[in-house]
């Protein structure tokens, strides 16, 4: 199966200048000014679009309602997603808390961490790994953010895979052997940061 | 400029698995072994490589000091790179204390808050903002890290980029205008677990 996660990416933020604009009263937008808030061009508004099967009129725009639910479609966020943390570290207890926009309707619901020191039951739920099977089973839980280090990084996404989680987001800096049914996206802010150097050091040389 | 992403991140890993085997013993290497540590195939590994200009020899591999030495070069890793952190809430502290892998030589050196309850001149320093062009020139810092809320984080890039940072990791959820000089790459979680949600329910579909 192939995504263009570039252009789901777009796609996220023409959502929430959508919700912005909607919340400001307007109903229709043309492409252009859509293009111009994410800083592209009018037609790679549209291809994005027609590539989800979004379809719009030349001459009214698109209809903001029509545009939101066609995107609250495509991210599937009629419900509240419920999503739980694997390592309940800094990178993970930020995560806990983090402050989701409001149209976002995801909420972190639980941490597992194998340190009894982190296990909590009152305010934030951070639970002993071996409870994870049961705990996302019942609560029909799809989505897990990975926030361990490296060395047990591949452990706990198989552990993640097996209790039955469909995608996991991981923070661990290390490419992770993918199972059937569990998706794996990863973040490796070294490498990021790495790859910024190069591109700096590279725009000094052209100067 | 057109940089692959992409391969950059792919040499990125490269370069830490050579680190691994050299530390084992190893001083040479062929693609398809290179290849499979990283879920990747030999042509891949040889494409990335010739990009950067780097070349093998068919019959004995990759002599592994050579090809480190270049990477080192690509990452610019001889000297310590230093980074400061904007913003110091959740997600800036939980950065400022990352333990980066003992090959990164990268140093987070302070971090700057508009909140006087969070500047502090001991342990790791946080500074009023106002000091920014002060420190960054005198230091000599290029890179920053943007951790601010979204409805700031125009401003702060803006101020990064005026105090002479040349490159930005921002992970406010927002498109930000690229002032010249100063290249931005973004992080967004809410638009990553998005799109998260999107392939795992098209997998669901499609199985």
Redesign the interface.
Known sequence: ?K?N?KA??RL??YR?ILYRLQEDGVTRIYSDTLAE???TTASQVRKDFSLFHIKGNKKAGYHIPDLLDRLEE????GAA?K?IIMGMG??G???A??R??SN?N?VVVAGFDIDPAKQQRTGFPVYDPQELSRFVSQNSI??GILAVP?RVAQAAYDALAKAGI????NFA?V?L??RP?C?V?S??????????????????K?L
Chains 1, 2 share one sequence.
């Not at 495509?74 to 966020?77: A, C």
């Not at 469909?166 to 987001?169: A, D, M, N, P």
């Open positions: 199966m995504v996660k789901l990416e996220f933020h929430n808030e994410l800083h495509i991210f599937d966020s997603q999503v800094r990178i207890s930020a995560l808390q983090y989701w926009s976002q995801l799809e989505l490296e469909r995608g996991v987001l800096p490419i052997t993918e049914g998706v996206t973040y490796c802010v070294e490498s990021e940061l790495s790859s910024l150097i190069y591109i700096v050091n590279k725009e000094k052209e």
